[in-house]
T-cell receptor, first 114, second 114 residues
Framework: DSGVTQTPKHLITATGQRVTLRCSPR?????VYWYQQSLDQGLQFLIQ???????AKGNILERFSAQQFPDLHSELNLSSLELGDSALYFC?????????????FGEGSRLTVL | AQSVTQPDIHITVSEGASLELRCNYS??????LFWYVQSPGQGLQLLLK??????LVQGIKGFEAEFKRSQSSFNLRKPSVHWSDAAEYFC????????????FGKGTRLSVIA
């Protein structure tokens, strides 16, 4: 158990819909990262937050947005969903003072868009 | 920008045999390098990391990796594979000062046969 909690574990929805994925980082971790894992693209970095502020942005679509709340949990919002958005979405957190690569991953939220 | 190549998509080894998974990185300076493992249905777990110093690093679960600057490689090794090692293995890199997001390779799937 990494200490990072993601909900829901599985989600099935239709094209055009909007979903919210939730992540609770490990206790004390200020950084939260979101990654998308798909068969064709592999693991792609989406966005990073540090203590409520956006720190880095990767290949995140404009239809996607995220935020980190004062209690440090984070949400990833995916809207106007397309078939190609079907993927496993991971949240990860890192301890303060470590380099960006030392991540603790949640078990992921599997999104299926029909 | 930094990138990682894992040339082998799938490797099969016999239980008890030795293992080497290849990883090549592209980055102008000395990178921070990582190996992660993803068991079926699980999130990613950090196996080991290289920042500087001794080029042979030890990780969890009996794994080790060797950084070779001349070959831009960071290959993962294990002297004797166990059936429980069957999983997907990802090499990853962080560039710069260690504050840029982690970039993953496409992964190598390891199968272990009796």
């Amino acid at each position: 158990d990494s200490g990072v909690t993601q909900t829901p574990k599985h989600l099935i929805t239709a094209t055009g819909q909007r979903v919210t994925l939730r992540c609770s980082p490990r206790s004390g971790d200020l950084s939260v990262y979101w990654y998308q894992q798909s068969l064709d693209q592999g693991l792609q970095f989406l966005i990073q937050y540090y203590n409520g502020e956006e720190r880095a942005k990767g290949n995140i679509l404009e239809r996607f947005s995220a935020q980190q709340f004062p209690d440090l949990h984070s949400e990833l919002n995916l809207s106007s969903l397309e078939l190609g958005d079907s993927a496993l979405y991971f949240c990860a957190s890192s301890p303060r003072g470590t380099v960006a690569g030392e991540l603790f991953f949640g078990e992921g939220s599997r999104l299926t868009v029909l | 920008a930094q990138s990682v190549t894992q040339p082998d998509i799938h490797i099969t080894v016999s239980e008890g045999a030795s293992l080497e998974l290849r990883c090549n990185y592209s980055y102008g300076a000395t990178p921070y390098l990582f190996w992660y493992v993803q068991s079926p249905g699980q999130g990613l777990q950090l196996l080991l990391k290289y920042f500087s110093g001794d080029t042979l690093v030890q990780g969890i679960k009996g794994f080790e990796a060797e950084f070779k600057r001349s070959q831009s490689s960071f290959n993962l090794r294990k002297p004797s594979v166990h059936w429980s090692d069957a999983a997907e293995y990802f090499c990853a890199v962080v560039g710069g000062s260690g504050n840029t997001p982690l970039v993953f390779g496409k992964g190598t799937r390891l199968s272990v046969i009796a």
